[in-house]
């Protein structure tokens, strides 16, 4: 079955980097979206970037800039590459995946996701 395991989270300073990686296993489809989103407590779910099997991305308005989102096929690996850093930054990160390309209709509702790994931006 498909899983989805997340790592690079942390605690950083503001103004710092942090790379976040997915490793997608046994995912079958080759036309995909992908992406990673965030949540906060109390805090709506934000889908941070997203890109498709066409490498088409797109990002937040609050991350554009800063973020950087690559995935790789050969190691089947997809990466957030986040920099300056900000508290609101601060939240538990999740990546993504669907079977459906088109990212603008999977929106976050990805049909698989991790389990999460935790960003802690201090001021």
């Known amino acids: 079955q498909v899983q989805l395991v997340e790592s690079g989270g942390g605690s950083v300073e503001a103004g710092g980097s942090l790379t976040l990686s997915c490793e997608v296993q046994?995912?079958?489809?080759?036309?995909?979206?992908m992406g990673w989103f965030r949540q906060a407590p109390g805090n709506e779910r934000e889908v941070v970037a997203t890109?498709?099997?066409?490498?088409?991305?797109t990002y937040a308005d609050t991350v554009k800039g800063r973020f950087s989102i690559s995935h790789d096929n050969a190691k089947n690996t997809l990466t957030l590459s986040m920099s300056s850093l900000k508290p609101e930054d601060t939240a538990m990160y999740y990546c993504?995946?669907?079977?459906?390309?088109?990212?603008?209709?999977?929106?976050?509702?990805?049909?698989?996701r991790g389990q999460g790994t935790q960003v802690t931006v201090s001021s």
């Open positions: 046994r995912f079958p489809y080759t036309g995909y979206c």
């Open positions: 890109i498709d099997s066409d490498g088409t991305t």
């Open positions: 993504g995946a669907d079977s459906h390309w088109e990212c603008a209709v999977v929106g976050g509702s990805f049909g698989f």
